[in-house]
Structure formats: structure tokens, C-alpha cells
């Protein structure tokens, strides 16, 4: 064929990847090997139509199939900036200042080193982006862990796609990881468990200890993220083969076909769940008395078991309102999560703005009072020229408060 096979799917329905899918074999019934996805209609789109799609591509890709994308510069910005025609490849960014900012992506990983890199990229982008309920962090961290981890051991596929996305209105967190492996079933199928179809293969896995080999793994990671949705009152849904198990507020619905598949052989996975943030989680309680170890907050304990935080490691510069809020977001989150006092150490820092030093401590002391800033926190390392910006905007977040008779409680 001289001209493209022209595609056209609605970015915001749940139907779009195997809309895709399908339009892709019609046209190669029709023996086109060049198609042009037609975006310009899109205005909004979400992790579990971008991942999919992204993979999809990729799957076709491989096979010599050449794409195009239309896109409408103002309408399509969000589209763009997710990367899902082309995703960021993170074994290539290690190190690189792009990994910071993970969410809103679509991300290829094939490695350990890459789940490493690209989950620990989260977690710090999570931590700084607002306030969370306790047990919350090591939630999302553990299903994160373990269904990229799933992909790598059991899918058979060179990689995975993941993307993540914050719903900062409905306290949200959307993950959707997918692979265009050979599936659940196909996995489970040569195991002592040999389930008969594939919505049967999925929920074996979603039980304790089913895995296809037990010299690879104990086979927790599909039950431990379904037992923290439950924990969490949370959403999941698994796809695999073209059957689908989901969970919603206590409801659970199956079906055994019409979900995206790339045939018997390439029955493909896509695990799709979304944690309110702010809701507490007892991970422990979920996962029957395990509590995941947060490294990131072991490495800030003292010997005195108190918590530092140091500004010149983790603040996104000292100049900015914008950097303060994800430091002042961190801070609160470690409060929450262990109910310690915290160290925050100004050294190495000379100068800090006025915006920077109200942000961070000012708005702590406006919201939550005095005694609570004070019974938490201890300041150190203050050079002389940030004592004065950081007195000065205290001191008239003191006087603003005085006068004001609304005052939030102490972080829960």
C-alpha cells in the first residue's frame, strides 16, 4: 500500500487499546505496514490507555511495522509530554536528571537495576508531592516492587511498560504495568496448579503462594498488591489472556474474554491499581504481619532514633516556594509515618529566599501551631545570613496567626 492505514482512537476510553489492536490486524489483513495514529481529537488520557497502547506499538513495531503520529500541539500537550509513541527507555536515564520527574510517563524497563531506579524515582517524587496517610508509601512501593518484578521473572517478554499519575483532587495514585509476554496462563499452565482457562490462571495468582516455580519466588507479589487495594479500599484490575478479574470498594467482577491480547501464544498482562494517598494502610495487616523495610527512612535515623533531613541533599534548590512545598510535603510524611522528631540541617546552606523559609517552616508553624514546630522539629546548621530570612519569616507568620482564629490540627 502507498498510503497509511489511519487510526483514530479516543484517548480517554478504556476501549482504546484494543481498538488500536484490532485496527492494526485489519490493516494487515490488508497487507499496509505503515499506520498513522491520529491524535489530534484528544484532550485527556490516563495511565491504563497510554501503557497499553505504548506497548502495543511497540509489540507491532518489532514486526516491521512502521507508525506516524498526528498530534494538536495545544490539545495534545498532555498526550505528548506522556511519551507513550516513544517511551523513556530507563536503563538508558540511570543517573540522569530526567528519572527525577517519573510520573506522567510511560517508561520501558527490562532490569532489575531499571525497576531499582525507576521505583525509587516514585517513591521520592510521591513523598515531595503531598500530604500522605500513614503506611501509604510502603503500599505503593511494595506493588509497584512487585509487579514490575512479575514482568522481569514470569512474563517472557524483553520488558515492561509502567506510568504512573497523581490525581492530586481525588488523592490518587493510578500505576498500570503491562508487558505483551505470554500471560498468566501460559505461565501457570506447565505448574502443578495447571488452571484450565486463563480467568482461572488469574485468580490463582491473586492467591498466597501460587507461582509456576517455587525456586523462583514464593508467589505473594499478585496476592500482596490484591490484600493492600483491599486494605487501602482501593482499585485493581488484572488482564491477561482476554480475561479480567477486578476489584472495586468490596465488588469483584470477572469476565473470561474481550480485553487486549496478542493471541494464544503472546497472551500479554496488564495489572492496572490506584491507592488513595491519603487514606492509612496497614501494610502489615495486609500482608499478614510483614512490614516491608523503608531504607530510604532507615538511612535518616540517628542513633537517638530521631529523623534528619538535610536541605542541601534534598531540597530542589533553597530559592523557591515550589521547592519548599515538596521538602515541607517530605518532612510531614516522615511525621506521619514514624511519629519521631525530625532534624532538619541547613548545612552547607548559606542563603535561603524568604519564599523558601516561609514555605517550609513558616506555613508548618501557621498551620499546625507553635508547640507542635517545636516539640517536632530541631533546626540546625543555620549559617548567620539564613537565621535572619528564616527569623523574619517566622515572626510574621507568628504575628499573622495571632490574629488568626483557624488553626488545622496536628498531622495525623
Same mark, same amino acid.
Given at each position: 500500500?502507498?498510503?497509511?492505514?489511519?487510526?483514530?482512537?479516543?484517548?480517554?476510553?478504556?476501549?482504546?487499546?484494543?481498538?488500536?489492536?484490532?485496527?492494526?490486524?485489519?490493516?494487515?489483513?490488508?497487507?499496509?505496514?505503515?499506520?498513522?495514529?491520529?491524535?489530534?481529537?484528544?484532550?485527556?488520557?490516563?495511565?491504563?490507555?497510554?501503557?497499553?497502547?505504548?506497548?502495543?506499538?511497540?509489540?507491532?513495531?518489532?514486526?516491521?511495522?512502521?507508525?506516524?503520529?498526528?498530534?494538536?500541539?495545544?490539545?495534545?500537550?498532555?498526550?505528548?509530554?506522556?511519551?507513550?509513541?516513544?517511551?523513556?527507555?530507563?536503563?538508558?536515564?540511570?543517573?540522569?536528571?530526567?528519572?527525577?520527574?517519573?510520573?506522567?510517563?510511560?517508561?520501558?524497563?527490562?532490569?532489575?537495576? %531499571?525497576?531499582?531506579?525507576?521505583? @525509587?524515582?516514585?517513591?521520592?517524587?510521591?513523598? #515531595? &508531592?503531598?500530604? /500522605?496517610?500513614? =503506611?501509604?508509601?510502603?503500599?505503593?512501593?511494595?506493588?509497584?516492587?512487585?509487579?514490575?518484578?512479575?514482568?522481569?521473572?514470569?512474563?517472557?517478554?524483553?520488558?515492561?511498560?509502567?506510568?504512573?499519575?497523581?490525581?492530586?483532587?481525588?488523592?490518587?495514585?493510578?500505576?498500570?504495568?503491562?508487558?505483551?509476554?505470554?500471560?498468566?496462563?501460559?505461565?501457570?499452565?506447565?505448574?502443578?496448579?495447571?488452571?484450565?482457562?486463563?480467568?482461572?490462571?488469574?485468580?490463582?495468582?491473586?492467591?498466597?503462594?501460587?507461582?509456576?516455580?517455587?525456586?523462583?519466588?514464593?508467589?505473594?507479589?499478585?496476592?500482596?498488591?490484591?490484600?493492600?487495594?483491599?486494605?487501602?479500599?482501593?482499585?485493581?484490575?488484572?488482564?491477561?489472556? %482476554?480475561?479480567?478479574?477486578?476489584? @472495586?470498594?468490596?465488588?469483584?467482577?470477572?469476565? #473470561? &474474554?474481550?480485553? /487486549?491480547?496478542? =493471541?494464544?501464544?503472546?497472551?500479554?498482562?496488564?495489572?492496572?491499581?490506584?491507592?488513595?494517598?491519603?487514606?492509612?494502610?496497614?501494610?502489615?495487616?495486609?500482608?499478614?504481619?510483614?512490614?516491608?523495610?523503608?531504607?530510604?527512612?532507615?538511612?535518616?535515623?540517628?542513633?537517638?532514633?530521631?529523623?534528619?533531613?538535610?536541605?542541601?541533599?534534598?531540597?530542589?534548590?533553597?530559592?523557591?516556594?515550589?521547592?519548599?512545598?515538596?521538602?515541607?510535603?517530605?518532612?510531614?510524611?516522615?511525621?506521619?509515618?514514624?511519629?519521631?522528631?525530625?532534624?532538619?540541617?541547613?548545612?552547607?546552606?548559606?542563603?535561603?529566599?524568604?519564599?523558601?523559609?516561609?514555605?517550609?517552616?513558616?506555613?508548618?508553624?501557621?498551620?499546625?501551631?507553635?508547640?507542635?514546630?517545636?516539640?517536632?522539629?530541631?533546626?540546625?546548621?543555620?549559617?548567620?545570613?539564613?537565621?535572619?530570612?528564616?527569623?523574619?519569616?517566622?515572626?510574621?507568620?507568628?504575628?499573622?496567626?495571632?490574629?488568626?482564629?483557624?488553626?488545622?490540627?496536628?498531622?495525623?
Amino acid at each position: 500500500m502507498t498510503h497509511p492505514y489511519i487510526i483514530k482512537p479516543t484517548m480517554d476510553s478504556k476501549a482504546a487499546p484494543k481498538y488500536v489492536n484490532d485496527n492494526i490486524l485489519a490493516g494487515k489483513r490488508k497487507r499496509y505496514v505503515e499506520f498513522t495514529i491520529d491524535l489530534q481529537e484528544t484532550s485527556r488520557t490516563y495511565p491504563n490507555i497510554c501503557v497499553p497502547i505504548a506497548a502495543t506499538i511497540d509489540y507491532y513495531k518489532n514486526s516491521g511495522i512502521d507508525f506516524k503520529f498526528i498530534h494538536d500541539q495545544e490539545r495534545n500537550s498532555y498526550l505528548q509530554h506522556t511519551m507513550f509513541y516513544e517511551p523513556c527507555v530507563v536503563e538508558d536515564l540511570i543517573g540522569v536528571s530526567e528519572i527525577n520527574y517519573p510520573l506522567d510517563k510511560v517508561w520501558r524497563f527490562g532490569t532489575a537495576e %531499571g525497576v531499582n531506579a525507576l521505583v @525509587n524515582a516514585f517513591i521520592k517524587t510521591v513523598r #515531595e &508531592s503531598d500530604e /500522605l496517610g500513614p =503506611g501509604v508509601l510502603n503500599s505503593i512501593e511494595w506493588c509497584i516492587n512487585e509487579t514490575m518484578d512479575n514482568v522481569l521473572q514470569h512474563s517472557a517478554a524483553p520488558y515492561g511498560f509502567i506510568m504512573g499519575q497523581l490525581q492530586k483532587v481525588k488523592k490518587q495514585l493510578s500505576i498500570c504495568i503491562f508487558d505483551w509476554g505470554i500471560g498468566i496462563f501460559n505461565s501457570l499452565k506447565p505448574s502443578k496448579h495447571n488452571p484450565l482457562k486463563p480467568i482461572d490462571a488469574i485468580t490463582l495468582a491473586l492467591q498466597e503462594r501460587v507461582t509456576r516455580d517455587d525456586k523462583i519466588g514464593q508467589g505473594n507479589g499478585m496476592w500482596g498488591l490484591s490484600e493492600i487495594i483491599k486494605e487501602n479500599h482501593g482499585f485493581v484490575e488484572i488482564c491477561s489472556s %482476554g480475561a479480567s478479574y477486578t476489584y @472495586n470498594n468490596n465488588r469483584v467482577e470477572t469476565t #473470561e &474474554s474481550g480485553t /487486549l491480547n496478542f =493471541g494464544l501464544k503472546q497472551g500479554s498482562t496488564l495489572v492496572d491499581f490506584q491507592l488513595s494517598y491519603q487514606t492509612p494502610t496497614n501494610i502489615s495487616k495486609a500482608l499478614c504481619g510483614h512490614m516491608p523495610t523503608d531504607l530510604w527512612l532507615e538511612e535518616r535515623q540517628t542513633e537517638k532514633e530521631e529523623y534528619s533531613v538535610s536541605i542541601s541533599e534534598l531540597a530542589h534548590g533553597t530559592g523557591t516556594r515550589q521547592s519548599a512545598v515538596k521538602l515541607r510535603n517530605l518532612i510531614l510524611n516522615i511525621f506521619r509515618e514514624k511519629r519521631q522528631k525530625i532534624i532538619i540541617d541547613f548545612t552547607g546552606i548559606n542563603v535561603v529566599s524568604s519564599s523558601f523559609a516561609d514555605e517550609l517552616l513558616g506555613k508548618i508553624i501557621s498551620e499546625y501551631g507553635f508547640m507542635f514546630f517545636v516539640n517536632t522539629f530541631q533546626i540546625i546548621g543555620v549559617s548567620d545570613v539564613a537565621t535572619s530570612v528564616i527569623n523574619r519569616s517566622i515572626e510574621q507568620r507568628m504575628a499573622q496567626k495571632y490574629y488568626d482564629p483557624d488553626m488545622k490540627e496536628s498531622p495525623d
